[in-house]
């Protein structure tokens, strides 16, 4: 073989992508942020879309086809994931960034405001455990903590830039957690579309009041809205949490009989305004720290 073309296929070795996928793209920024440019990422939900709702479609399998590691949360925020499983090339693995995490949040943890649970709502909650954990800066690193030890053994190579890019990943966490600290959010009273903050309020002090749906899929039933309505204005709540995926009539209405303002913060997904995990720490700041 001429030097050169020997040349051009070490290099091309050298500086062949490692191919993964992630459930959503959040999940599939946090590998970025990990593998850089040396890993290549699919997002199997595209930007923008609610992961409760996902369906795979035709181009799910082409996304796939060569990945060698299907990066998802887990914990029943991905209703799709047994579908991707039977997806994925042989040998691939999952890996459920959320499951086995300390502390999580679980319905036996805390008890159920509302007691006459809407019925029409339940085959579209989430498991047990809530799965919003990365709202928690905490466990975004413990997820990025994972994805690098997972990237190092499956490309052993480039260990050495995985821990430096997390490196510099976690200072950046780390200075926006500091930040939402200083803003003094705790003690302060909200409503929410659906159940994603408990973590967000858990690390900030702030008392979720209620949600108006579990998972955020479909409107509350009146029930349900008439219940809240009454605990949020027992409670004097003056802040409404809504989401760029979720603004239905119910929310709206809910803010405006409690005179209550609407800020939307990000959760599940990311968009072309949203981009990465560190812009929705940032937006989600200016939000409630303006």
Avoid at 83 to 92: E, I, M, S, T
């Amino acid at each position: 073989m001429p030097r050169l073309a020997l040349l051009l296929l070490l290099l091309s070795q050298a500086w062949a992508q490692v191919q993964v996928a992630a459930t959503t793209p959040l999940l599939a920024d946090l590998v970025s942020q990990v593998g850089g440019n040396r890993v290549k990422v699919e997002s199997v939900v595209p930007p923008g879309a609610d992961p409760h709702t996902f369906e795979p479609t035709p181009s799910t399998a082409k996304n796939l086809a060569r990945s060698r590691l299907l990066f998802a949360n887990g914990l029943g925020l991905e209703a799709f994931l047994p579908k991707l499983q039977r997806l994925l090339p042989q040998g691939a693995r999952v890996v459920k960034l959320a499951e086995g995490q300390p502390g999580l949040i679980c319905q036996e943890e805390h008890q159920e405001e509302n007691p006459e649970e809407r019925e029409e709502e339940r085959e579209h909650a989430h498991g047990p455990c809530n799965p919003h954990l990365w709202l928690d800066p905490t466990y975004a690193l413990r997820y990025a903590e994972r994805i690098a030890q997972e990237l190092s053994q499956l490309d052993p190579n480039g260990k050495a830039i995985y821990q430096a890019n997390l490196k510099r990943f976690r200072a950046e966490v780390e200075r926006r957690d500091k930040a939402f600290q200083a803003c003094n959010l705790k003690g302060l009273k909200v409503v929410t579309q659906h159940d994603a903050f408990a973590y967000f309020a858990r690390r900030y002090g702030l008392r979720v009041v209620g949600s108006l749906t579990a998972s955020g899929v479909q409107e509350a039933g009146s029930r349900t809205f008439l219940t809240l309505l009454e605990r949020a204005r027992r409670e004097g709540v003056k802040l409404v949490l809504a989401e760029p995926q979720f603004q239905g009539t119910a929310l709206k209405a809910l803010a405006e009989a409690l005179g209550a303002r609407i800020v939307v913060l990000y959760t599940d997904t990311l968009d072309r305004r949203v981009p990465t995990y560190l812009d929705l720490q940032d937006h989600n700041l200016k939000a409630l720290c303006p």
